[in-house]
Nanobody, 122 residues
Framework: QVQLVESGGGLVQAGGSLRLSCLASGRTVSSYSMGWFRQAPGKEREFVSATTWRAMNTYYADSVNGRFTISRDNAKNTVYLQMNSLKPEDTAIYYC???????????????WGQGTQVTVSS
């Protein structure tokens, strides 16, 4: 089992920044890829970014590439999502997830956090 707890969401003005954290626990967490997804009201959950514990690979959706940065602290079992130049269309619930497979697919991920709300005002 893997447990994931997100934090760091909030209300920010357009152009501002937030950093989300995802604390992972479980004895097999290092074998999984870690992803960030988001879901806005009335929309499907969508891929934002992903990374792997062991490799240095990082992946981003086109909509956030250049503005968001995913990183991890292996010693703390924590994955971060630094979000800069935020836009109102970034408003959503952000979820951390752990899984193994195609990093952009929701179905790849077996474990999910409870989500953290990000609201960007114009």
């Amino acid at each position: 089992q893997v447990q994931l707890v997100e934090s760091g969401g909030g209300l920010v003005q357009a152009g501002g920044s937030l950093r989300l954290s995802c604390l992972a626990s479980g004895r097999t967490v290092s074998s999984y890829s870690m992803g960030w997804f988001r879901q806005a009201p009335g929309k499907e959950r969508e891929f934002v970014s992903a990374t792997t514990w062991r490799a240095m690979n990082t992946y981003y959706a086109d909509s956030v590439n250049g503005r968001f940065t995913i990183s991890r602290d292996n010693a703390k079992n924590t994955v971060y999502l630094q979000m800069n130049s935020l836009k109102p269309e970034d408003t959503a619930i952000y979820y951390c997830a752990a899984g193994d497979g195609d990093f952009w697919r929701v179905s790849t991920y077996s474990y999910w956090g409870q989500g953290t709300q990000v609201t960007v005002s114009s």
